[in-house]
């Protein structure tokens, strides 16, 4: 036997974006334990470079956080199997009014590995085009330009927090800044 197997997965709440399972795991001392799993559709978040060299970022509120945070834009997939780069490009627009001339991709990311398996494609957009914001009716957005060492200061002094913003910047700043 595997050191560690699921035995059980029983579905506790089918939620908009994510769908949350009690798993029963069974480990090869013969225990057995409850762990929790979160089930994500996955999603794509967008490095979008301005041709000055500023970098894109969106203010929204945040529930769990219960305050606003400063981000790279994202969001989830449509359905699972879209492919990231079409959810980059729509999600990009959406939310800054900017598509992307170019976008390639910079880093996958799975966020919280313990409990969930959402993954992250993360994309550097450039020769940006203006276009319109196409927000949800419950979506407030806000955008601002930012220039790299603006949004590193930020991440060292904690007003940056959001896991894919702070890989996504640094490795940006490795890939294209350094």
Not at 58 to 70: D, F, G, H, M, P
Not at 141 to 149: G, M, N, Q, R, S
Not at 157 to 165: L, M, V
């Amino acid at each position: 036997m595997d050191e560690v197997r699921r035995i059980n997965r029983e579905l506790v709440h089918k939620g908009a974006v994510v769908d949350f399972y009690t798993d029963t795991m069974e480990f090869a001392n013969g225990h057995t334990a409850k762990w929790d799993y979160i089930e994500h559709k996955g999603a794509a978040a967008v490095v979008a470079v301005t041709d000055e060299g500023k970098i894109l970022m969106v203010r929204q509120y945040r529930n769990a956080l219960e305050r606003y945070t400063l981000e790279i834009p994202a969001g989830s997939l449509d359905r699972v199997g879209e492919p990231k780069i079409d959810c980059a490009f729509r999600e990009l627009e959406e939310e800054t009014g900017f598509r992307a001339g170019t976008l390639e991709p910079l880093l996958m990311l799975n966020t919280t590995v313990a409990f969930c398996n959402e993954l992250i494609g993360i994309f550097v957009a450039k020769d940006l085009i203006p276009s319109r914001q196409h927000l949800d009716e419950d979506e407030f957005v806000d955008v601002y330009a930012y220039e790299l060492e603006e949004l590193l200061d930020m991440i060292y002094s904690q007003k940056i927090t959001d896991g894919k913003t702070v890989a996504a910047l640094l490795a940006y700043k490795v890939k294209y800044a350094s």
